[in-house]
């Protein structure tokens, strides 16, 4: 635990006032998101509707190349679990997914500001195993909301927004979802030297 402090101590260390921001800087943070949503389940002999609920956990790495936009990859963990509605109401999911993709994130005001407001796209790949069987998925998130700067680097962000996935298991199932999504998130801009 000493070591985390002593990391965080360091990194607010090296922050310089209000330049968070702009071309040069780096973005490294991370989120948690809750995604509830319900999803039709077809194959050539099973037709089924399930509500599920994910909880996300995602890492954003950036950098600034021009004023307000950052671009970057997030790599991101996924657990779901889920339920059957009516006839089906007793079968039960519980998955893991690993993906991983592109990001960018745009700043709407000044970097001046101890907030901001933003958006983030992100569209991932990544592998799916299913009970041994693999496929893959894709996602595709857009998301927007307020950050709230603590000091000169490091803020809180409250995003919201949509998503769509699509995961298949070859020759066995196909799912897709959509829905609302929100996050929350703490992320380190750190200036270049």
Known sequence: ??????????????????????????????NGKLYSYTSSYRNSTYNTDAKFTETDLAVSLGYFFVDKLGLGLRPQFSWKKGHGLGATSGVVTNVKHFVIGPLARWYFLSTDKP??????????????D???????INTFSIMAGPAIFFNNCVG???????????????????????????????????EKE
Do not use: P
């Open 1 to 30: 635990m000493k070591t985390v402090a002593c990391f965080s101590i360091a990194l607010l260390s090296i922050c310089d006032c209000f330049g968070q921001l702009t071309k040069g800087n780096w973005l490294i943070g991370g």
């Open 115 to 128: 907030y901001n407001i933003l958006t983030d796209v992100s569209y991932q790949l990544g592998i799916n």
């Open 130 to 136: 299913w009970h041994g069987q693999s496929g893959n």
């Open 156 to 190: 809180i962000e409250f995003l919201f927004g949509y998503s769509s996935r699509k995961e298949n298991i070859k020759d066995t199932y196909t799912d897709k979802n959509r829905g609302f999504q929100a996050s929350v998130g703490f992320q380190i801009h750190l």
